[in-house]
């Protein structure tokens, strides 16, 4: 193997097996080696590596199924996609202790599965039905499980922020360990309450993750017509002193090792961390929106070609983690759940009237 190559590959924790076999320090026989990877060593097995996978298409199956019954009317009100940005959620998600919380922004299905939350109950919501996680009347952005602590999908743009530092702030008074992390897209990052909740969690030291999609819009707006810096986003954060990482968010291992390290650091110091993923939806903001009007073509097609449900799997081969029979299994149990959650969902009643002021706090 070539050197770069070697080193970019074992910088996400996989090492191809070479003629001689696997590595002997490593603790695996089947070629796949995350020994030489401090942060994932200890964490990642195969199993992990595949769950994060099934939980990738996983991702990716319900929303092009939500596509479709938005098309048939049955789901309705805003749909925002999360497909191309699996990579990302997976690999933010997957290293979190059930402990730890998270707070999303609308697009929020891809973050709700990641988090194990159940998938008739997302799609029931989705639907609108009353076995839905906010029993039918929150939709699609405003996916909810306290007991998972997954304190919702929030559609105000950077409303979540404040929210993520209040439960940070409320962990750090108790003298727990729990990390809180909440996502939140490059749109965000002009939104006041950014400010003032960077702001807040340097001067207090929240254990907080500030995890930013950097998808490279806010709806139509590309972030460099938006931002007088474009994506460097290091003068906002410069004025916080909060440790700031880049990474690549088409790569689910490298972000699942930055954020392995972020949690850490968090868990043990308690100051807050900022993560930016670079990543990109490959459909339109909404799905009312074609998402071509204000993206070229060619732009779109050149990070399809980094598509992380093709990247990945192939990764997953060639390094001898899983073989084509175990990937279509998967892909077959994957499509039986969301035609089971699309049945829950269809066959859930609709909320009743008399619960329309139920669980209104003000
Ligand atoms: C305070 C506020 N302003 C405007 C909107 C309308 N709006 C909804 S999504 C969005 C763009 C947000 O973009 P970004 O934060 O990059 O997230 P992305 O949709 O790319 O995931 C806007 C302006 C809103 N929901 N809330
Ligand atoms: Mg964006």
């Known amino acids: 193997m070539e050197q770069a190559e070697k080193s970019k590959v074992a910088a996400t924790g ?12 490593s603790p695996s026989t089947n ?17 992990e590596l595949l769950r994060m ?45 059930d402990r730890d919380y998270i707070v999303t922004h609308y697009r929020d299905h891809g973050h709700a599965l990641a988090r194990g939350l159940d998938t008739n109950r997302i799609m029931a919501e989705m639907f609108g039905k009353r076995t839905g996680l906010s029993k039918g009347k929150g939709g699609s952005m405003h996916i909810f499980d306290a007991a998972q602590r997954f304190m919702g999908g929030h559609a105000i743009v950077g409303a979540q922020l404040p929210l993520a530092a ?18 939140f897209g490059d749109g965000a990052t002009n939104q006041g309450t950014f400010h003032e909740t960077l702001n ?21 707006s590309a972030v460099g017509r938006v931002r007088h810096r474009g994506s460097d986003f290091s003068d906002a954060l410069g004025a916080y002193d909060v440790d700031v990482v880049s990474v690549d968010g088409m790569d689910v291992l490298a972000v699942r ?36 009007q204000y993206r070229e073509r060619s732009e779109v097609d050149l990070w399809r070609r980094r598509d992380p449900l093709v990247a990945y799997p192939k990764q997953l081969l060639e390094y001898g983690v899983t073989t084509q ?19 829950f969902a269809i066959n859930s009643p609709e909320p009743e009237l008399s619960e329309a002021f139920d669980d209104v706090y003000a």
Request: one cysteine or more; aromatic letters at 10%.
């Open 14 to 25: 996989l090492v191809r097996p070479t003629s001689n076999g696997p590595d002997k320090e």
């Open 31 to 47: 070629g796949y080696d995350v020994s030489r990877n401090p942060v994932l060593s200890e964490r990642v097995d195969n199993a």
């Open 53 to 97: 996978y099934r939980l990738m298409l996983l991702i990716r199956r319900f929303e092009e199924t939500c596509g479709q019954h938005y098309s048939l009317g049955h789901i309705r009100g805003f749909l925002h996609l999360y497909i191309g940005q699996e990579a990302t959620g997976i690999g933010a998600i997957a290293p979190l202790e």
């Open 166 to 183: 209040g439960i940070a702030l409320a962990q750090q008074y108790m003298d727990t360990d729990v990390v809180t992390m909440v996502f």
């Open 200 to 220: 807040l969690a340097s001067v207090w030291q929240l254990p907080v993750i500030f995890f930013m999609e950097n998808n490279l819009y806010g709806m139509g």
């Open 257 to 292: 090792e930055a954020t392995q390290a972020a949690i850490d650091s968090v868990r043990a110091q308690g100051s807050p961390i900022f993560i930016e993923a670079k990543t990109f939806r490959f459909v339109g903001h909404s799905f009312a929106d074609p998402g071509d």
């Open 325 to 343: 029979m175990e990937l279509d299994d998967l892909s077959a149990s994957v499509d039986a759940e969301i035609e089971a959650a699309v049945e």
